[in-house]
């Protein structure tokens, strides 16, 4: 497990990239302060300190600003020496060198991120083991008819008051106590601090990652002039326009099927697990946006829409369907009848009403169109991406008379615009024989160091470590593995041929690194490496 974790921060003004922030260190004399280098040529030899080296085979070129061992066939740059010396990673490697040569290059330590998912996790099996201490939190949940299963599988809890949470951290670390302050779930005045939950039920809130984020707190009673439902504020860790409530336990499901179910809030999400349907996410009490959108897009190619039996669910409805068929998700309208939401029809009907009701539903448009309600299809329409899409549905409104300038007007005409980076990304660099191998890492279950493969990228090694240490990735990474599409068995394939191919040091190998030899050091070891001399 790692120490600490470090990530790239975008390219601000006055940053440079990793490779012109390598070419700033001198590699001879930064190599020279771990191993002794004599002078050969134009480039410089040493014994290798990462095998058993009695002669000098590691040869360091100025020029190139490389390294090679022809002994144990490890080699790269100034940064991969020295991980591999400390026995850090690289990130760690290239943050320390950072430091040392004033590299004006942007890094993020993320270790106190890391930490607060420490306190977060902690603060939730607080909450929960309070649950059972509070006979009139069980009550309620029993009341909702929630069986402990449901209850254990989302971590439900308890605040019994203001304080007790402050007294649990503060006797456990007064540091944990300072991170839980900086998410800002603790109400700090002058003379005291105070839970902001308090004497609510609280359902902890995960990212796909399953770290704790944030929570929801519910009251116990129905007062219509109490906030039925708190969540966490916004802070370093918690994006209410980026979250989606269960998207942790449900993201297996919707990759098996790719299709979601989308609902408006806890307990419909929490009821349709509970009977059986496991692919189903909420927002956060927020409307749905684009941001949810695009989570969802990366998973899922058909939505259902299961909001509220009301006029407010229904323009929701309405809102949340443009945002996913700009995302290339098609979107079927799912009508409750019988019952005021998901939880109340999920609690009478179980999972084959729940199941009969998506069967039945229809692609919100072709719903608004045999509705007659043709602005609204149109306006709905206009978000379509995918070619094919476009053209069935200019078809299908010519098909009712619609004339077809109108159609050309609206169908396939409208996006949302993203907010993106102007500066070039660093992973649309990266060559395709690297992101073979990332999917492959990603994918298959075979350890393998990422520092020892010679040719890897510089910004592939850092995604490569971040999957080897199960950190989660950028959204900018994820869809770099993405743009890879080899079954499992090719990845598996592909990953042994690269650890196969690393674990021997052929003379073609040789002959391509030649020029950062001279030739007569290059015959000396390239027989040495051979076992002839």
């Known amino acids: 497990m790692l120490s600490k974790a470090y990530t790239l921060e975008k390219n601000k003004a006055g940053n440079i990239s990793i490779e012109d922030a390598i070419k700033r260190i001198d590699i001879v004399k930064e190599i020279s302060s771990y191993i002794e280098l004599k002078r050969s040529g134009s480039n410089y030899l040493g014994k290798c300190p990462f095998h058993d080296d009695s002669t000098p085979s590691l040869s360091v070129s100025e020029q190139k600003q490389i390294w090679k061992c022809f002994g144990c066939g490890k080699g790269g740059d100034v940064v991969k020496f020295v991980s591999l010396y400390e026995n850090i990673t690289y990130m760690e490697a290239l943050s320390k060198l950072a430091i040392k040569y004033n590299l004006p290059i942007n ?79 603790l109400h700090q005045s002058s003379k005291s601090i105070r839970d902001i939950f308090e004497g609510r039920l609280v359902i902890p809130i995960r990212n796909t990652s399953s770290n704790v984020v944030g929570f929801g707190g519910r009251i116990l009673y129905e007062d219509k002039s109490a906030i039925k439902y708190l969540n966490s504020p916004d802070s370093s860790i918690f994006k209410k326009s980026q979250l989606l409530f269960g998207i942790d336990i449900a993201l297996p499901y919707i990759k098996e099927k790719e299709e979601v179910i989308l609902v408006e809030g806890y307990f419909d999400v929490i009821r349709l697990y509970q009977i059986g349907v496991r692919n189903v996410v909420a927002p956060l009490g927020t409307a749905f946006t684009q941001e949810h959108a695009k989570i969802l897009s990366k998973y899922a190619k058909t939505s259902y829409i299961m909001f509220d039996n009301d006029n407010a669910g229904k323009n929701a409805s309405l809102r949340a369907a443009k945002h996913l ?66 053209f069935q549905y200019t078809q299908k409104l010519l098909g009712i008379g619609l004339p077809k300038h109108v159609i050309d007007q609206y169908v396939g005409k409208k996006s949302f615009v993203e907010n993106k980076d102007q500066t070039d990304s660093s992973c649309e660099k990266i060559p395709m024989k690297d992101r073979i191998l990332l999917k492959a890492l990603k994918e298959c279950n075979i350890d393998i160091n ?4 010679e040719w890897l990228d510089k ?47 052929t003379k073609d190998e040789l002959m391509n690194i030649k020029n950062t030899l001279s030739r007569k050091s290059y015959v000396k070891k390239y027989h040495f490496s051979h076992g002839k001399i």
Do not use: C, W
């Open 107 to 185: 890094i993020k330590n993320e270790e106190k991120n890391n930490k607060i998912y420490e306190v977060m996790s902690l603060v939730s099996d607080f909450y929960h083991e309070e649950l059972t201490k509070s006979p009139k939190a069980m009550q309620y949940l029993q009341k909702r008819e929630i069986n402990p299963k449901t209850v254990e599988a989302y971590g439900i809890g308890y605040s019994p008051n203001h304080y007790k949470v402050v007294e649990f951290l503060q006797n456990t670390s007064e540091y944990y106590l300072e991170l839980y302050k900086s998410t800002q779930n």
């Open 325 to 390: 068929i700009a995302k290339g998700i098609k979107v079927f309208y799912v009508e409750i009848k019988d019952a005021k939401d998901p939880d109340e029809f999920g609690m009478k009907f179980g999972k084959d009403g729940v199941l009969e009701l998506l069967k039945v539903s229809k692609n919100i448009i072709d719903l608004n169109i045999e509705s007659k309600n043709i602005d609204i299809a149109l306006e709905l329409a206009s978000y379509l991406k995918e070619p094919e899409d476009i």
């Open 450 to 453: 990422p520092l020892d493969i």
């Open 459 to 505: 910004n592939s090694i850092i995604i490569a470590e971040k999957i080897k240490y199960q950190q989660e990735l950028s959204d900018e990474e994820l869809k770099l593995l993405e743009s890879v599409n080899l079954p499992k068995d090719a990845l598996e394939k592909y990953l042994s041929k690269t650890i196969k191919e690393q674990s021997v040091v």
